[in-house]
């Protein structure tokens, strides 16, 4: 008797072991309710791949595609702004320039690469033609001052007596060089200080635009004629003009 009950045992205890690990293969291979084509010809099933991962992906590469589109449509506006001529895209065309150009503090950049490595920019000149003259500040042309920083408001009027060459002020980045409404062919530099000067109705520029010039170096020339007479010169330091006569000693005044 007691026989049966030790060999009933074992086999209740047999069968509970066997359930046991029946039910855990059972819980792992429960992710394929279906056996696989692999399956019925003897291979390991195949398993799909985490689908979130490749949900990510597909975002991270639509956003990265909805910006490259953003950036050439703004691009592309920018561009249409600052060669347009409408009158109602005048103002956007004015702050762009500004933003491009005047913001960005060029100069400084260009000193602190100076002060710090030793050699000038890669858009630095590598021949750079000054007039001789020497370091102390000196009017841009050789002329009389024909008309007063209080007369004009924003700068001065100088008259050479014969062709002469225009040369910058101070060290700088030139921020332009073309055609201006006003001033026709002008120049304007950006200095490290943040201040800038312009050099107005020219006859011909030798300079390009973001290229670093020297003090006294040549910037263009200026050829007096019956309809222009004077060249344009002004300093502009934190949006506000001042008076070069206070900053250059200039003996001939009008």
Known sequence: MNNVRKVRKSIAKRNKIRSLSTRGYTSKKIMQPFPQEEEKHGFYPVFQANSSEDK????????????GILSIILFFVVAIVLQSNIELLEKPKKW???????????ARAHQWYQETFGTPLAFSPQNIQTTGETEEDALPVMGNVTQSFQTNGTGIMITPTSPSPV???????????????????????QHADRSKTTYGLLSSLDVHLYQYVSKNQRI?????TEDNESVFFSIEK?????DPIQVIKVDDLP
């Not at 762009?96 to 060029?106: I, K, Q």
């Not at 101070?170 to 001033?183: P, T, V, Y």
């Open 167 to 189: 040369t910058a002020w101070r060290d700088g980045i030139i921020i332009f060089a073309g055609s201006d409404k006003e001033m026709k062919k002008t120049v304007i530099i």
């Open 238 to 242: 934190n949006d506000e003009f001042i």
């Open 96 to 106: 762009t320039s500004h933003v491009m150009s005047e913001e960005f503090p060029f």
């Open 220 to 224: 263009g020339t200026f050829n007096p």
């Open 56 to 67: 990510q992906k597909s975002v991270l590469m639509g956003h990265f595609l909805l910006k």
